[in-house]
């Protein structure tokens, strides 16, 4: 097999058997899985410590083995998912993204792969991939994900009608309740400045008070104002506000609830 070989060398240091000019002590010491395939039938040609390790395999022992075997089964097969890759090496020359891979014992992982081609004169063509195990980090994307849309379903079926508000006083979400209260449909409502929607005499008595808060001299606000509906109507509401803010403080974005006030009321 042309590619690399691992000798019996206490410090299992691998050896080039074909001419590949590569610091192979480096590769084999790096913290980070290395694996070369060859660009012309996809077998692995050499593994690095920290690859085998990761995947569960004894030094050397995928070598002259396709490399779909450590794709795991998903929508598709482990062999299309590695010819999609081979498909985007042969068009760009590079290729990185997350994979789900499969170790020895059968259980699923997740690794960060960036593959490049690696040509040299009188060898192989191959792609060296570096791999990095981020199923730590997958499952906190998930648990994160999750949580978001908990959330999102919660602000949705809230009966109080509320909004998320940017820095810059801009509308980024609302709820139906806060949508029906101003006779607007929700993708309306996303994306328009608050101002735009408060009656103009208010506007100035609801930027005192934000900047209160936003200058940290108190942690929300509320006042009765008069917002703007979409054929031009005037609606009364308790308006309260609360700043949402990162561990160092910094302002993140602003909650704010609406309450219809009873007719006759300022």
């Not at 691998?14 to 290395?34: H, I």
């Not at 606000?221 to 308790?238: K, S």
């Amino acid at each position: 097999m042309r590619g690399f070989a691992r000798n019996n060398s206490p410090a299992s240091v691998p050896t080039v058997a074909d001419g590949f000019g590569l610091e192979t002590a480096v590769l084999a010491n790096l913290a980070v899985g290395v694996v070369l395939v060859g660009a012309e039938n996809g077998e692995m040609i050499y593994t690095n410590d920290c690859w085998d390790r990761m995947f569960g395999y004894e030094p050397g022992e995928l070598l002259g083995s396709h490399v779909a075997v450590v794709n795991a089964a998903t929508d598709e097969t482990p062999e299309a998912r590695a010819q999609a890759i081979f498909d985007a090496l042969a068009r760009d020359g590079v290729w990185s993204g997350e994979v789900l891979n499969v170790r020895k014992d059968g259980s699923r992982f997740w690794t960060a792969s960036s593959i490049s081609r690696l040509e040299q004169a009188d060898s192989t063509p191959a792609w060296i991939a570096v791999q990095t195990d981020i199923t730590d980090r997958m499952a906190a994307d998930d648990l994160l994900a999750e949580s978001e849309q908990r959330y999102r379903r919660l602000f949705d079926a809230s009966p109080a009608a509320l909004a998320m508000i940017d820095g810059n006083l801009r509308l980024t979400l609302v709820n139906q309740r806060f949508a029906d209260i101003l006779d607007y449909e929700r993708e309306e409502l996303q994306g328009m400045l608050l101002s735009d929607l408060t009656y103009p005499d208010d506007v100035q008595l609801r930027t005192e008070l934000r900047h209160s808060v936003l200058s940290g001299d108190t942690s929300h606000y509320r006042l009765e104002e008069r917002l703007v509906t979409r054929e031009g109507g005037v609606v009364p509401v308790a308006f309260s506000a609360t700043i949402v803010r990162s561990p160092d403080g910094a302002p993140l974005t602003e909650v704010a609830m609406i309450e219809p006030l009873k007719p006759g009321r300022p």
